[in-house]
Nanobody, 120 residues
Framework: QVQLVESGGGLVQAGGSLRLSCAAS????????MGWYRQAPGKQRELVAT???????NYADSVKGRFTISRDYANKTASLQMNSLKPEDTAVYYC??????????????WGQGTQVTVSS
């Protein structure tokens, strides 16, 4: 019922910027938390940033000061503004959301992922 659709990935040179967007659709009672994760080749998926329904944010140490997560509550979207990108930021970025449905049951959903490549 719930889908997360990501956009905004691409190729950028080191020091550049990208903005990722994640749009949630379907029958949703509430979105309690949204976040971005990434997975580089040969590495495990790791948390990048999260934002709660109250607006509290959390960032991985490696992206603090460079990345900013935000939400558009009316459109059920989350964005990740990525500045001062480094080659080590290269990864597939995944949107994740904790969603409560009409029966007040909580589910966790993942987007399909979008590739971010930062060249040196």
């Amino acid at each position: 019922q719930v889908q997360l659709v990501e956009s905004g990935g691409g190729l950028v040179q080191a020091g550049g910027s990208l903005r990722l967007s994640c749009a949630a659709s379907g029958i949703i009672f509430s979105i309690d938390r949204m976040g971005w994760y990434r997975q580089a080749p040969g590495k495990q998926r790791e948390l990048v940033a999260t934002i709660t329904s109250g607006g509290s944010t959390n960032y991985a140490d490696s992206v603090k000061g460079r990345f900013t997560i935000s939400r558009d509550y009316a459109n059920k979207t989350a964005s990740l503004q990525m500045n001062s990108l480094k080659p080590e930021d290269t990864a597939v970025y995944y949107c994740n959301a904790d969603v409560t449905n009409r029966r007040l049951i909580k589910f966790n959903y993942w987007g399909q992922g979008t590739q971010v490549t930062v060249s040196s």
